[in-house]
């Protein structure tokens, strides 16, 4: 999603102008408090612009752009707030996965380790003294989310009615997270790979987002209800195609090796159809590998053509063409505006492979 | 604060049946995601039935009143959303203290270690999963204070400036709170007591609920000015006075052993004032009981003793005086209203022994 269009880039750069503005006001406000709050702020502000994409905000854009919205100016703020949120989630998310990486920089919880490393001497007890830091900034995010929206001139109705699409994004990415993380040690098959997609990757990733910027448009009730419709097939769509290139894709082209996910023994769509397909004698050998936290190449290998040929990768591809047409059908419903731009998206989000 | 006058009996019933409803939706709406997020839900509500006096609902409501506030009725969300805020905060505190009980019953993490007892064998990582389930039942609730605001039917200026405000004691609290769990590690004195009072403290307890409550009865803008003064110097009084009650109250009256403040060796204005005022002998003393893990009932009584030989326990006094006063004198500020409820509770407040 590397090569966007001019108008596209144009507003990227506005939403990171507003990024760099919400952290800076902050950042000034937190050193009236102290020093110390202060460089949680700096921190923060520093991984935000490490990396990512600004997927969300730009859904808002082009959701916004296609039921003909004019002007982007009060609107900013409110597609920038989802970077926020999504950020929130990304530092919280770490913590409860043990992540001290992200974008390739230190996280908030991998930064505060070395910034108490001189003060705090017992390793766990730093450890524990990060990871509060980073609960307490996804906490300011989330907050630093709805301010954002609250700082925007939009008129009341559609504030309180985007306002509501986020705070749902919010109860619905939580659940996700929360079966997602249970998932790892419930009773196998009792939490669906579909609905931990919907929850945790297509509510705020997708249907959250473009939900906002048709509000922020003007679109009709029906409209907005045909893209609900649209946003949750893509998401879900786009969830399943991550899994396979969490396990398929080319190492140099997504830029970490493929293998940690069959290292994590991460639980996806692609590995329950796996266990719905196989032979006993393809699970005995693929359970002597999968999750194996010191797998090789060469028995990630075996994993890979064990999910090739039990039919669940076959299996997971039919099911990512199934929602990608749903997503194709539920935006032919949509009146009024022009879809062209969420047209293509379907295909870049479906078919990339990074 | 127990013996409340008629009208806070009732408004505190409906704070209450706010609550429940809050909750209940919520509940619904988590059922149809999975069972295991629907008791997620129902945890929170658990937790948030067995205690806490919603004082922050109450200050919203004072404050309302005060300013001749008249009907209740879409007071009452916003009122009810600054225990929600409360209700978050204490669950992401007690992650960071490693607290597992809350109001004398299982706080989520603590509820979460025994849910998860029969599928989490190995007991760190039973417990990392309890409080990644705390992490997002806080999140939840930081959400969920700001949709309770939403759903009032208040104006568009009033909800915006009520939106702000509680952006504001968010920002103010997580501040506070970190620089409050950074004292136990950073070099003494770095930390005041006094800033952490007010920013961890008076903030979303007195300033924000307070103003909250000026705003949607009207009041202007230099009234709310001198309210926000007031509440600041009440807050910390309030805490001030916490500290104090936390050492030498009495264990039958405040239901928790008073050595426990003694044996965490928490950093309180008080302390700050015992090094400052105590001389070698009695800070060797000090030192070889305060924060001790294992302290006996014995040595938290020479703890005590040298509080009050120092000077320390009555340099608090004095300086808990001087913030009623300031308090007393920003009240007398106000142009319009009737700020009787608002005095009486200063003494409430600064005289009360648990």
Redesign the interface.
């Known amino acids: 999603m590397s090569d966007l269009p001019t108008h596209e880039q144009a507003a990227l750069q506005q939403i990171n102008e507003t990024i760099d503005l919400f952290f800076s006001r902050?950042t000034e406000?937190?050193t009236a408090?102290?020093p110390?709050?202060e460089q949680?702020w700096q921190d923060m502000h520093r991984l935000i612009g490490s990396g990512g994409k600004r997927l969300r905000p730009r859904m808002v854009l082009r959701a916004y752009d296609a039921f003909g919205g004019d002007t982007h100016e009060d609107v900013l703020p409110i597609a920038t707030s989802q970077e926020l949120l999504h950020m929130?989630l990304l530092i919280?998310d770490d913590?409860?996965d043990?992540d001290y990486v992200r974008y390739g920089v230190d996280n908030v919880a991998g930064e505060y380790f070395k910034t108490?490393y001189d003060?705090?001497e017992d390793e766990a007890e730093r450890l524990?003294?990060a990871q509060?830091?980073a609960?307490?900034a996804?906490?300011?995010l989330?907050?630093?989310s709805?301010?954002l929206m609250?700082s925007s001139n939009i008129?009341?109705d559609a504030?309180?009615a985007v306002?509501?699409v986020?705070?749902r994004s919010?109860?619905?990415v939580?659940?996700?997270?929360?079966?997602d993380?249970?998932a790892a040690?419930?009773?196998a098959r009792s939490?669906d790979a579909q609905?931990v997609a919907l929850?945790k990757t297509a509510s705020y990733t997708f249907v959250g987002p473009l939900t906002i910027g048709a509000i922020l448009a003007g679109a009709s009730d029906s409209d907005i209800e045909h893209l609900r419709s649209f946003a949750k097939s893509l998401g879900i769509a786009y969830q399943l195609r991550d899994d396979v290139i969490g396990v398929f894709g080319d190492e140099q082209t997504i830029g970490k090796p493929t293998i940690s996910d069959i290292r994590e023994g991460k639980h996806t769509y692609m590995v329950e159809e796996f266990y719905k397909l196989a032979n006993e004698e393809q699970k005995v050998r693929f359970e002597q590998h999968f999750g194996d936290k010191r797998v090789t190449v060469e028995e990630a290998g075996i994993v890979m053509r064990l999910l090739c040929d039990s039919g669940a990768l076959r299996k997971t591809e039919d099911t990512i063409a199934k929602y990608t047409q749903q997503a194709y059908d539920a935006l032919a419903q949509i009146q009024v505006g022009d879809m062209s731009e969420l047209h293509e998206l379907v295909a870049i989000v479906t078919k990339r492979d990074k």
């Open positions: 902050n406000d937190a408090v102290s110390y709050y949680l929130s919280h913590i409860i043990r108490y003060i705090v524990h003294y509060s830091a609960i307490l996804g906490d300011l989330i907050a630093g709805y301010r609250v008129g009341m504030l309180r306002l509501d986020h705070s919010i109860f619905d939580a659940g996700g997270e929360l079966i993380t249970e040690f419930r009773p939490i609905v929850y």
